[in-house]
């Protein structure tokens, strides 16, 4: 078996007719992006920023398949949130994980500003706020 150093493709000889089979592309999706922001959490808040409302938006660009850029728009639980900068890295972190990832971009921003309101209510339960 041959991998493209590139996109990690499994290239696959079949020595008796010499053809090459090449496995499918892995493709990152919204809903992979999401799944794993779902790791994530405010260390100060036993909820993931998912489910706290914190993620606004995610963006999966493809320029070439299995080459990905992910952008994400988030904000945090309050605009002077010292831990800003750790859930920012982690986010990058944990999204740069998955496969096919090139680029992750976070934008932190406070527009709208974040409320108990966005909380998932699976969070509202885990924060006894229902």
Do not use: H
């Not at 696959?12 to 809903?31: K, L």
């Not at 952008?71 to 309050?78: D, E, F, K």
């Not at 972190?93 to 406070?110: A, H, K, M, S």
Request: overall charge negative.
């Amino acid at each position: 078996m041959i991998a493209n150093e590139k996109t990690e493709t499994p290239i696959t000889m079949d020595g008796t007719n010499g053809t090459a089979t090449v496995a499918p592309m892995r493709v990152v999706t919204d809903e992979r992006v999401w799944e794993s922001l779902k790791e994530c959490y405010d260390p100060e808040i036993p909820v993931n920023i998912v489910d706290l409302g914190l993620v606004y938006e995610v963006k999966v660009e493809e320029e070439l398949p299995g080459d990905a850029n992910v952008y994400i728009r988030m904000t945090l639980t309050a605009p002077g949130c010292g831990m800003g900068p750790m859930i920012a890295a982690d986010v990058k972190r944990r999204v740069q994980q998955i496969p096919g990832v090139t680029n992750v971009l976070v934008e932190l921003v406070f527009d709208p500003i974040w409320n108990p309101d966005m909380m998932s209510e699976a969070a509202k339960l885990t924060l006894n706020m229902s």
